[in-house]
């Protein structure tokens, strides 16, 4: 039995070895010159490379069609992932949130352990080879055709991964290749991605983000970031950071995983979520009793660089804040608890995952196996299923993979 496995990440070398582990013989082609490349730079070259969360918590944090991935994750746990890289000298660490990276922080420690288990399982593995396209026959692969000629086998896994970080080699080719095996992909989207804001709206009018700029690499903590789209809204608690076209840090990237469907998006940012508007008006009127102006005191309730910014925002910063009036201070507190960013996804180029990809209901979940093409298996990222950030994405990567290889073998 040969097996050819296309993309060598994570969830292909886990397809690869797993197949070779199960008797099959293993070819795994891979366009670039190295295995991995999307794992190295992964976590901030540190490789968060999977959670520890249990089994419910996990899949909580599964955005895009958890239940499919359920027999993956149970056949090949985060338990499995972490005895896998300790065994093979890869000691780990869990750090805030259940987030676990090698002790080393070197993602290159992953990325080497994969290709040591690659080539002592006897994989065949080709790199600089990219997949063209698949020759049909009967409905079934008879081989690949490639940059390099064509690779003939008896059953294929492709593993081509999503669409963001294209330099990485995951540009989204694997796509026309489901297509040429019958399969639906349901359009790629931007997830774990920042937003860019086109304005800023304050009760008093609405600014381009020419006029209004941004204050750039500030990072908040302790802020609410609620989403409003096609009529739902979504809130999240935790920290945001303005970048010079928008807004990022963990709680935009969650957001976008939910909007990225969606129509229209607005933001709406509290920068005192701890406050409500009544304790947050009492707080104002103890603040402005001296004669200084608004924009001085501003930084007593916002940090330093966001003050200045929120000043150049409001028609009454100049003015003495004993002379604020009640009116105004509503408005300061409508500004300060809801300012409203009209915002679109930054490009699937700059996203941290495709959302999207080769339909589930044309997968088996219990074996990774086309239902169209029988001699075709899917894992990875190029599948439909996303996750937020947290080592979930890999895990999956690598669960789907271990479920693609090991019944690729059996075929
Ligand atoms: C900056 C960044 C940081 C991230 N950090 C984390 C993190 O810390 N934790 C986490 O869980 N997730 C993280 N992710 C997401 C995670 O890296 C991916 O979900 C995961 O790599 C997907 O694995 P995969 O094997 O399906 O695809 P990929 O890792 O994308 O691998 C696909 C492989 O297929 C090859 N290929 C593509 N097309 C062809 C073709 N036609 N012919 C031959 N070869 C081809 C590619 O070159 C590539 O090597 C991060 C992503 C990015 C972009």
Request: aromatic share 4%; hydrophobic share 20%.
């Given at each position: 039995m040969r097996v050819v496995v296309i993309g060598a990440g994570p969830a292909g070398s886990m397809a690869a070895l797993t197949a070779a582990a199960n008797g099959a013989e293993v070819i795994l082609l891979e366009?670039?010159?190295?295995?991995g490349r999307k794992l190295y730079i992964s976590g901030k070259g540190r490789?968060?490379?999977?959670?520890?969360?249990?089994f419910a918590d996990f899949t909580d944090k599964?955005?895009?069609?958890p239940k499919f991935v359920f027999g993956a994750l149970k056949a090949f746990s985060n338990s499995d992932t972490e005895k896998f890289f300790t065994d093979r000298g890869v000691p780990l660490k869990t750090e805030r949130g259940g987030r676990v990276f090698p002790v080393s922080d070197k993602a290159s420690d992953i990325v080497d352990a994969l290709f040591l288990e690659l080539k002592k399982r006897g994989v065949v593995l080709k790199t600089g080879v990219k997949v063209d396209n698949f020759v049909m026959e009967n409905g079934k692969i008879t081989a690949l055709a490639t940059s390099a000629g064509k690779f003939f086998g008896d059953v294929f896994v492709l593993a081509?991964?999503?669409?963001?970080?294209?330099?990485?080699?995951?540009?989204?080719?694997g796509y026309a290749l489901a297509q040429c095996a019958g399969h639906t992909i349901i359009e790629p989207k931007p997830a774990l991605s920042a937003f860019a804001v086109t304005s800023v709206k304050t009760p008093y009018r609405v600014f381009g983000l020419n006029e209004s700029g941004l204050p750039t690499g500030v990072s908040l903590k302790n802020i609410t970031l609620t989403a409003s789209f096609d009529g739902k809204r979504r809130s999240e608690f935790g920290e945001a950071l303005f970048t010079d076209d928008g807004i990022s840090g963990p709680v935009a990237l969650t957001l976008s995983s939910y909007v990225n469907r969606a129509k229209k998006v607005a933001l709406f940012l509290d920068f005192?979520?701890?406050?409500d508007e009544k304790t947050l008006d009492a707080r104002l009127l103890r603040e402005f009793?001296?004669?200084?102006r608004l924009k001085n005191v501003l930084p007593a309730l916002l940090p330093q660089s966001v003050a200045a910014w929120y000043a150049k925002l409001?028609?009454?910063?100049?003015?003495?804040?004993?002379?604020?009036t009640k009116e105004e201070r509503k408005n300061l507190i409508a500004a300060l608890k809801n300012l409203e960013f009209v915002a679109v996804l930054k490009p699937i180029e700059e996203a941290i995952v495709t959302s999207g990809?080769?339909?589930?209901?044309?997968?088996?979940?219990?074996?990774?196996?086309s239902k169209i093409t029988e001699n075709l298996y899917f894992a990875g990222e190029i599948i439909d299923v996303d996750a937020l950030t947290g080592g979930y994405n890999i895990q999956i990567a690598l669960s789907t993979g271990y479920l693609a290889g090991k019944n690729a073998a059996e075929n």
């Open positions: 366009r670039n010159e190295k295995i490789c968060n490379v999977t959670n520890s969360a249990d599964i955005v895009t069609n081509t991964g999503g669409k963001s970080y294209p330099g990485t080699g995951s540009d989204g080719s005192k979520p701890a406050l009793v001296s004669n200084k409001l028609p009454f910063s100049e003015k003495p804040c004993n002379s604020v990809g080769v339909k589930t209901s044309e997968i088996d979940p219990k074996t990774m196996r």
